[in-house]
């Protein structure tokens, strides 16, 4: 008796623990297949040229879901107060497009300016970085018309699409020291992407160049950055494409 018993409770616990495996798998699944969403924008590094610090600027910057499937948007940030920013759609279907809107006041005297705007998202690639950069103009006024309102236009015909995994470093670490940080690169364009050049400003070693990215490929971009001096400091990267320069913003903290 105690011997069908114990076979009928042995049977109980398999089904349970079939029943909690497959759900587990179905749960990874359903992440997995998520994870294929991936978003191209119409442009990720914005020049606005030559801006007033009294006006406040509306930026709208289209994008559009590449992927296999839909890509929630989770949160979007700001480095700063002196901008905002909102997406016009929570759920974007494979195939659709939607907007996100930046409303951006420049600062008196902070010139030329870099602002990150950071979208946070379910998909395959978790995080987007846009980048806001221009000239602040103490010769504008209000009295003087210019341009308040930018809608980012996509690139026409074949084009290379470049996308960091990084736009903004920080790096710790003790007076002397050389650390070591991998930057990826990779295309979401049609045309190979060709890297010219990574001006680091002799603060850190990087590969040769020219390189090449052909579309879905992803390059790791070696950096040796060297920490020589005390405090904590602030400087930017230039990644040099036959595209667009990519500026990439560099915090150290040197002990």
């Not at 289209?62 to 499937?69: H, M, R, V």
């Not at 989770?74 to 974007?92: H, N």
């Not at 070693?205 to 790791?220: A, D, F, K, S």
Request: overall charge positive; some cysteine.
């Amino acid at each position: 008796m105690e011997f069908f018993e114990r076979k009928k409770e042995l049977k109980e616990r398999y089904f349970i623990n079939l029943l909690l495996t497959l759900c587990i798998t179905l749960l990874l699944q359903t992440s997995a297949e998520a994870n294929e969403g991936v978003l191209m924008f119409s442009n990720q590094n914005i020049d606005l040229g030559v801006v007033s610090h009294e006006a406040t600027y509306h930026i709208v910057i289209p994008f559009k879901n590449i992927g296999k499937q839909e890509v929630e948007l989770l949160q979007i940030d700001t480095d700063c107060g002196c901008s905002k920013a909102s997406y016009s759609k929570k759920i974007v279907a494979s195939g659709d497009s939607a907007t996100i809107s930046v409303d951006f006041k420049p600062t008196e005297g902070e010139s030329p300016f870099y602002r990150s705007i950071v979208l946070l998202t379910n998909g395959k690639i978790g995080q987007y970085t846009i980048s806001l950069q221009g000239v602040v103009g103490n010769h504008l006024s209000k009295k003087q018309p210019f341009n308040t309102e930018f809608i980012i236009p996509w690139k026409t015909g074949k084009s290379a699409v470049p996308l960091l995994s990084k736009y903004a470093l920080k790096v710790e670490g003790n007076k002397g020291e050389t650390i070591s940080y991998p930057l990826y690169v990779t295309n979401l364009g049609e045309k190979p992407l060709v890297l010219n050049r990574f001006d680091t400003k002799g603060k850190a070693e990087t590969m040769q160049y020219p390189r090449m990215v052909r579309q879905g490929e992803i390059l790791m971009i070696p950096l040796q950055i060297k920490l020589t001096e005390s405090g904590v400091f602030r400087d930017y990267f230039k990644l040099m494409t036959d595209e667009k320069n990519i500026l990439i913003r560099l915090q150290t903290i040197v002990n």
